[in-house]
């Protein structure tokens, strides 16, 4: 098992192959030379690439500028990363100025950096600790938000290094494919990327659909009539799974809900109705407000699971968003559109178009293999510079919630009174809040952070190492956060010290025993005391401690297996998406004539070309070709997504459901291109010609204009194994399967 492991990649690399270059790159003396001659020297230790001596050079320019001497773990995850690793530095070691020194030595050898970050907020922040370090060493820094404008966007693209939210990045791409002239395009280099917290954004990000949309009239009745379908139902219609995240009618609930449609659902002219019906049930008997979702400013906002944060520009797949806002009975001004997606990729594959990619975590030790299989890349394990003294004390587990938090609450006020500073890491908005209004109770004070209070968290974090001090906060303490003892100012930092430092106090498991790593990072960070404490409410009729660690486990395998499920499925379609991204951009700039009309109907392109000129016919023919390509790739999308919706009913009929995703996507694009040659042909032969080609607006043809960029919050249930996903079939759809013999086969294998 051990040579069968090593084979295959899944040790980390030690740290030991560095040790080496980091102590000559301390030997190299710097500190008396002059900036003009640092300067000079990094510059021409780049050109003949002497890391040696680049790294002692950039080493120095960051401690002028910044105060700050870089530790050797800092120096070895740095060189790690430019080897084209995930370096793996514990928390609070400083992978910002990691990331700084990344960046330059890259940037300095001619090569465009990329430093991806989770939000806006931390690229602006990263972005203004390194630009100063960078103007020293001759480079530009720029930083692109969600409200940088178009033109000073291209131009940040121009920068040696552009600090950006990974999703923005992708986003600026998806956009690309909307520009009508090759001036409005956002270049992007793909050249080099250093990932920020790479295990969030490249393995927990990576399953995550980024969507360019718009708007279309319609929809909006099919989602009332849901809703008052759904509210209706009687007791036993629905059956649900939280676990595997399904939900579903019973034989009597078909029954009742085609009652009160007064309608068979299951036909072809009620297919929009039945889509509604089955969002508004996800959203009655799945969603639940203050854990998956809250409304605020009259707007859905979806709470990011291992972030606990409010995730920007995120929404749920159409029909379940307007099934949530009718659930949660919002007002709104106008019935709510139909959505059209213009393009859309996914994280990972965005990653993979960068020629080189590296990245740095505090928690990439159990991901070792995700990386390795989704993106070739190793991990690198850097030891702390100073060893961690924090206590991890083991889980504390309890027959209930109502004994775990009165376990809780004793040990919140001895440590009140002790003057130690105490996080309490709580599962959801709802528990968060519901912990407050008990230490309310008890007058004990607190803060709190979730959610619903982010506009404040820089406050509460500079306060949170205060003696005594409580906070209670979601996954938004756990990455990024560095809580400093004493509180900002560390006017108390030995008060609390002697206190024990900082006690982190979990309430509940995540999915994922990264983040709980990460939650437990907060405290004995650079050798500073501190302590860790899980306390837990069993599992009805498990086995305590085992149990729920047993429930983690099966969570993190459940979303790995979702994870390589979705990786197959999304390479159909971004292998389509590159191919008309790269035609739209010759097209764009250029490069590649249109000849759709020659080739197709050579009649009415002779015809054209005596009548207006060779010229003004092939800038008519582009214009619309652009304006049709981005139409019926939208047409194709859309047609993929239904697809997959009803990608269970190939397993009913015994097919394999990859098999026929990826024959319908072939043949969906091959009817997408004859569409749209005869879309082009038709429109050349009625519309206007000139010599400036086709005025777009004039001929009706009204240019795309996306409404909003988001991810999608997708639901991966319809590509679970077999018996999983049969099990949540009812009993009727089971009765007309059983009447074919494969299904019947299939149906006996499964059980």
């Known amino acids: ?109 001619g090569t465009p950096v990329h430093v991806l970050a989770f939000n806006d907020y931390l690229a602006a922040r990263d972005c203004a600790l390194g630009t100063p370090v960078f103007a020293r060493c001759g480079l530009t820094a720029s930083c692109v938000t969600e409200k940088t404008g178009p033109a000073a966007r291209r131009a940040a693209y121009r920068s040696d290094v552009l600090y950006i939210a990974a999703k923005e990045a992708a986003y600026d791409e998806l956009r690309n494919f909307l520009c009508m002239e090759p001036q409005a395009l956002t270049e992007n280099p793909f050249a080099a990327a250093i990932a920020d917290e ?33 509210s209706a139902l009687p007791a036993g219609a629905v059956e649900s799974d939280a676990e595997t995240h399904r939900v579903w009618l ?16 299951y036909a072809r002219e009620n297919e929009t109705l039945l889509s509604a019906v089955l969002a508004a049930l996800e959203a009655h008997f799945l969603l639940k407000n203050g854990r998956d979702y809250i409304v605020r400013g009259g707007k859905i906002e979806i709470i990011d699971a291992p972030t606990g944060r409010c995730a ?21 001004i106008e019935p709510a559109p139909q959505t059209v997606i213009y393009n859309m990729t996914y994280m990972r594959a965005f990653l993979l178009r960068y020629r080189f990619l590296c990245g740095m975590t505090g928690t990439a030790a159990s991901a070792a293999q995700a990386f390795r299989r989704l993106y ?111 509180g900002a100012d560390g006017a108390a930092e030995q008060a609390v010290r002697a206190a024990g430092g900082l006690l982190v106090l979990g309430t509940a498991l995540n999915r994922s025993r ?69 035609y739209r951009k010759a097209l764009l700039c250029g490069g590649q004539a249109p000849a759709l009309v020659r080739r197709h109907a050579p009649a009415l392109h002779r015809a054209l070309c005596a009548a207006h000129g060779e010229a003004a016919v092939e800038k008519a023919e582009r214009q619309l070709t652009l304006y049709f390509l981005t139409r019926c790739w939208s047409d194709y999308l859309a047609a993929m997504e239904d697809k997959r919706r009803g990608i269970h009913l190939e397993v009913v009929a015994g097919r394999d459901p990859l098999d026929s995703y990826r024959r319908f996507a072939f043949s969906a694009f091959e009817e997408m291109q004859a569409d749209l040659r005869e879309a082009v042909s038709n429109a050349m032969a009625r519309c206007t ?16 204009d996306a409404a909003w960029a988001y991810w999608l919050d997708d639901r991966a249930d319809q590509f679970s194994r077999l018996p999983a996903l049969m099990g949540g079939v009812s009993g009727a759809v089971r009765k007309m399967a059983e009447k074919t013999a494969p299904v019947r086969r299939l149906f006996s294998r499964i059980g």
């Open 198 to 230: 790479a295990d969030s954004l490249l393995i927990d990000a990576a399953r995550i659909p980024l969507v360019l949309a718009g708007e279309a009239p319609g929809g909006a009745e099919a989602s009332e009539r849901a809703e008052a379908i759904v």
């Open 312 to 332: 920007a520009g995120r929404r749920f797949p159409d029909a379940l968003q307007r099934a949530v806002e009718r659930m949660e009975r919002m007002e709104r």
């Open 514 to 582: 990264r983040l709980d790593d990460q939650l437990r990072g907060r405290a004995g960070r650079q050798g500073d005391p501190g302590g860790s404490r899980f306390y837990l409410a069993a599992p009805e009729g498990g086995d305590g401690a085992r149990a729920l660690r047993r429930q983690q486990r099966e969570a993190e395998r459940q979303d790995t297996e979702t994870r390589y499920i979705l990786e197959r499925y999304a390479a159909v379609l971004e292998e389509r998406r590159a191919m008309v991204s790269a």
């Open 1 to 109: 098992m051990k040579n069968m492991r090593k084979k295959r990649g899944f040790r980390r690399e030690p740290f030991l192959p560095y040790a080496d270059f980091v102590r000559a790159v301390c030997a190299e003396g710097c500190a008396a030379l002059p900036d003009v001659r640092l300067r000079r020297m990094a510059e021409e230790a780049a050109a003949r690439e002497d890391d040696v001596r680049l790294y002692a050079a950039l080493r120095e320019m960051i401690r002028r500028e910044t105060g700050k001497t870089l530790f050797e773990t800092q120096l070895a995850a740095a060189f790690a990363m430019q080897q084209g690793k995930i370096a793996e530095l514990p928390t609070g070691e400083g992978k910002t100025l990691c990331a700084v020194l990344t960046a330059a030595a890259l940037a300095l050898r």
């Open 689 to 704: 010609i000139t010599g400036d080609g086709v005025d777009l607006e004039r001929e009706g043809f009204s240019t795309a």
């Open 376 to 486: 070739g890349l190793s991990v690198c394990a850097v030891p702390p510079h100073r060893p961690c003294i924090r206590q991890d004390e083991p889980d504390a587990v309890f027959p209930d919630a109502q004994s775990r938090d009165g376990a809780l609450l004793r040990r919140l006020r001895a440590e009140n009174a002790r003057g130690r500073p105490v996080l309490v890491g709580t599962g959801s908005v709802r528990e968060s809040e519901a912990l407050s209004a008990r230490l309310s109770a008890e007058g004990l004070d607190h803060s709190v952070l979730n959610a619903r209070e982010d506009a404040r968290e820089a406050a509460v974090i500079a306060q949170a190492g205060r003696p005594g001090r409580i906070t209670i906060s979601t996954n938004m303490a756990g990455r990024g956060v560095d809580i400093r003892l004493g």
């Open 250 to 265: 019973t034989d009597a609930g078909i029954d009742a809900a085609q009652a009160l449609a007064g309608a068979d659902l």
